[in-house]
């Protein structure tokens, strides 16, 4: 079965700073999903990336898929407290979503 | 509705007593997914409803977790002698087709005591 493996598992930056989370799978991905989860909420959807080498960004949010389509990295630039949780990556396996170990994002003043 | 309901929000159980989580979905969304999320960890997938087609229950951890859905309408996940290491946020998705469009309720804390 399908495993994605996320770094790292914690995270605490100044704001102002760019950080990067990896999400490395154990086979190669068809459609890889980044969620951020806050405290006692669901998952907001962020994006979605299904070809290798495909970049998409949001705002201050850049997540790339690499050519092997393999691992995927998330990438925020000039970090905000509003940055702060929890970051998953899924991927697409067998009509459900699979999801990695997650990043706890801490971002202080 | 508007989002995914879930309830309830909260539940603090004794060991060994039953316990019924209930999710809401979308209107008209086929597709229902459960997941389990334990302290610090991920969320890890325990049952997928797609309209009226079988049940994909591969996720469920033992024979103490069921789950029913009723059309394309509510579910329950039933834990039968809940245990303490049951204790986690459980949380619903639904979508209108397959992966895409993936909607989370806000989950229900379940703490066994």
């Known amino acids: 079965s399908q495993e994605l493996e996320q770094s790292p598992q914690s995270l605490i930056v100044q704001e102002g700073k760019n950080l990067t989370i990896n999400c490395t799978s154990s086979?190669?991905?068809?459609?890889l999903y980044w969620y951020k989860q806050k405290y006692g909420e669901g998952l907001i959807f962020l994006m979605m990336?299904?070809?290798?080498?495909e970049e998409k960004s949001h705002e201050k949010i850049t997540a790339k898929l690499d050519e092997k389509k393999q691992q995927s990295s998330l990438h925020i630039t000039a970090s905000q407290p509003s940055h702060a949780g929890i970051y998953l990556c899924?991927?697409?396996?067998?009509?459900?979503?699979?999801f990695g170990t997650g990043t706890r994002l801490q971002v202080f003043p | 509705g508007a989002g995914v309901s879930q309830s309830p929000s909260n539940k603090v159980t004794e060991k060994g007593k039953d316990v019924e989580l209930r999710c809401d979905p979308i209107?008209?969304?086929?597709?229902l997914y459960w997941y389990r999320q334990r302290l610090g960890q991920g969320l890890e997938f325990l049952i997928y409803f797609q309209g009226n087609s079988a049940p994909d229950k591969s996720g469920l951890p033992s024979d103490r977790f069921s789950a029913e859905r009723t059309g394309e309408s509510v579910s329950t996940l039933t834990i039968q002698r809940t245990q303490q290491e049951d204790s986690a946020v459980y949380l619903c998705a639904s979508s209108l087709v397959g992966v895409r469009g993936y909607t989370f309720g806000s989950g229900t804390r379940l703490t066994v005591v």
């Open positions: 899924g991927a697409d396996d067998t009509d459900k979503l699979i």
């Open positions: 990336l299904q070809k290798g080498g």
């Open positions: 209107s008209g969304h086929t597709a």
């Open positions: 086979k190669t991905l068809y459609g």
